[in-house]
């Protein structure tokens, strides 16, 4: 169902979670699901993956992992300061020492000033550490831009969890 090398990357994150003992959880809104999709793709995940929530409103952004809706109604739900909030909610929501976040504006229709389709925020928040975020406007398509995110998002806390202390 997903692109072999999209695959390959969460085998490759997971591998690398499983070896530091980091446990997992995603908060997607533009990706709708295809962070976790791609993890639980792989078998033996779920002693990873604690869980994900799709939070595809704002009132689900702020409900299921604690967004401020302040923040929401200021900066707007596509915005570095929401999905560093979305990723942290997700891991202290799910009890996982990293969460995963995407937020952003696959298209065709949702553009604003400022906020083009393709622009999407990445959020990885692992405990003890502030929340890194990452702005990217992918080209293409509603396909394409929601790929893109996963790999990206994938990629990401893979260069986190790198980091991170074994």
């Known amino acids: 169902m997903l692109p072999q090398e999209t695959l390959t990357q969460a085998a490759g994150l997971l591998d690398l979670l499983q070896a530091r ?3 997992l959880a ?15 793709a792989i078998p033996g995940s779920s002693a990873t993956l604690l ?10 952004k702020a409900k299921s992992v604690g967004v ?11 915005s570095a300061e929401v999905a560093a909030a979305m990723a942290e909610g997700a891991a202290r929501e799910s009890g996982a020492a990293m969460g995963i976040s995407t937020t952003g504006i696959a298209g065709p229709g949702g553009a604003t000033p400022g906020k083009p ?11 003890g550490q502030p929340a890194r975020t990452e702005r990217h406007v992918f080209p293409g398509g509603r396909d ?3 790929a893109a995110t996963v790999a ?4 990401m806390a893979a260069a986190v969890a790198a980091g991170a202390e074994g």
């Open 21 to 23: 003992g980091i446990t």
């Open 26 to 40: 995603t908060a997607e809104s533009c990706t709708g699901g295809l962070v976790a999709a791609a993890v639980t």
């Open 51 to 60: 869980g994900g929530f799709v939070t595809y409103s704002n009132a689900a």
């Open 68 to 78: 401020d809706p302040a923040v929401i109604g200021r900066l707007g739900a596509v």
């Open 117 to 127: 389709v393709g622009l999407v925020f990445i959020g990885v928040a692992l405990a």
């Open 144 to 146: 394409a831009v929601r």
């Open 152 to 155: 990206a998002a994938l990629r």
